[in-house]
């Protein structure tokens, strides 16, 4: 007969979680919050015993010493699905085993598991509850994927961590072991809107339609379309961040997700990121509601939404309507993450709409004079070695301060005129020489 073993025999040191750990292991952490700090934090302390393990991260958010600091890279190497600041820095400081995992997030740990087997999983939970449940917490874009097919689950258990319902809930004993932490959970602080953001924001707004469901990403523009929202109706989330915008529209009754086609009445997401005040909203609240990343973020499933609207942010599109949302030229600034699943399902829903938004003009140090200046955003064509993170056969409405071009449907030579006039009007001139110069248009 089999050993039970109880969930008192589950729990161990930070130390005697990095002696499980050994070279060659590929190790998945859980998305931004879900991250386990504690191990994480002290993983550089094995780096003389440990080559090539490999950290598989998303949008990490503590600054580790094992990746932060470029004298462990030949210890551990970190592929990441989405890079964070923390990650550029690493870089700059002369990390080079760090790299992207170009991907559409939804099928992130789908298709990662083609290519390389996860040995440990490492995320965060809560404490168990009376049956033995923990909740994962933060996030399920691809944890509870991925931890059922790890060779070892460790979790951080943490009393501070909000209990999330939907498919957050696992039992202990689908987990090998525990350390008990007692961290505050990580704050994500709330980009304060500018004077563009909320023209932007405006912008959108006025296209947004009360009863319509809506999905937000990360930033100063997507807050300022929130803010915008207050005055419509049982409006709809269904989206891949759960933010604190979209929990101050819930709040105020802007929210209610009465006229969703399946989940009704519910706030669906894949993780939740923000403030304080975020993660006590989500707590034991049973409107919100977390699913495994490959469903909620899957086109087919969001354009089963009516009206389903997409917000997105990018950092430069050319004159054909390419966006590149993840690197400037070839460096990597961010990823894909889940912009493409959302313009995409957004565009098949019924009445659906999807939107990329950017400032028209950025500022850039002359590589010649060392002075900064201003460029545009739109652009004859990409930067150079750019990802392109949503093809100009996907791209639906493009917004800046200046308003707004709807290229649906539209010839590449109708979509030069229309992003033309959305461009900063010092630089509009220019961009019609080069699109005759390069042969966009005649």
């Not at 009516?306 to 050319?318: A, K, R």
Request: hydrophobic content about 35%; proline content about 4%.
């Amino acid at each position: 007969m089999a050993k039970v073993i109880s969930t008192k025999d589950k729990y161990i040191t930070v130390d005697e979680a990095l002696s499980l750990i050994k070279s060659g292991d590929v190790i998945v952490t859980g998305l931004g919050g879900a991250e386990p700090k504690e191990i994480l934090n002290n993983l550089h302390k094995i780096a003389d015993r440990v080559r090539d393990v490999t950290v598989t991260t998303c949008l990490p958010l503590e600054p580790a010493e094992y990746f932060m600091n470029p004298e462990y890279q030949n210890s551990f190497k970190m592929d990441s699905w989405f890079y964070s600041g923390l990650m550029r820095k690493a870089i700059k400081n002369g990390n080079k085993s760090i790299t992207l995992i170009p991907n559409h997030l939804h099928e992130s740990a789908y298709k990662r598991g083609f290519h390389k087997k996860t040995n440990i999983y490492m995320g965060t939970a809560t404490l168990p509850d009376k049956h033995g449940y923990i909740s994962l917490s933060l996030s399920n874009m691809y944890e509870k994927r991925v931890l059922k097919e790890a060779d070892l689950v460790i979790l951080e258990v943490n009393k501070n961590f909000p209990r999330t319902f939907g498919d957050m809930e696992i039992h202990v004993s689908d987990v090998d072991y525990m350390v008990e932490t007692d961290y505050e959970v990580p704050v994500y602080p709330d980009l304060e809107p500018n004077e563009k953001d909320f023209t932007i924001g405006k912008y959108i707004a006025d296209r947004i339609n009360d009863g319509d469901c809506i999905q937000l990403g990360i930033g100063g523009i997507p807050n300022a379309v929130a803010a915008s929202l207050m005055d419509k109706k049982d409006l709809g989330v269904h989206t891949e961040m759960f933010s604190t915008g979209m929990m101050n529209l819930i709040k105020a009754g802007v929210a209610t997700g009465k006229k969703k086609n399946f989940n009704n009445g519910k706030h669906v997401a894949c993780f939740a990121l923000g403030t304080k005040e975020l993660y006590d909203f989500i707590d034991d609240n049973p409107s919100f509601v977390m699913f495994d990343g490959y469903w909620t973020n899957s086109p087919a499933v969001i354009a089963q939404n009516d009206n389903q609207v997409s917000i997105n942010t990018t950092l430069e599109v050319d004159l054909t309507g390419q966006c590149a949302s993840e690197s400037l030229g070839s460096s990597i600034f961010s990823a894909t993450g889940g912009q493409t699943d959302t313009a995409v399902g957004a565009q098949m829903s019924k009445n659906g709409r999807s939107f990329i938004t950017l400032y028209s003009t950025t500022m850039v140090r002359n590589k010649v004079t060392g002075e900064k200046e201003e460029i545009s955003k739109i652009v004859p064509f990409l930067k150079p070695g750019a990802g392109v993170s949503l093809s100009r056969n996907d791209v639906d409405m493009v917004v800046t301060e200046y308003g707004i071009a709807e290229l649906k449907g539209t010839s590449i030579t109708e979509r030069v005129e229309r992003l033309i006039k959305i461009a900063h009007p010092k630089f509009r001139e220019e961009l019609l020489r080069e699109a005759k110069k390069i042969g966009i248009i005649y």
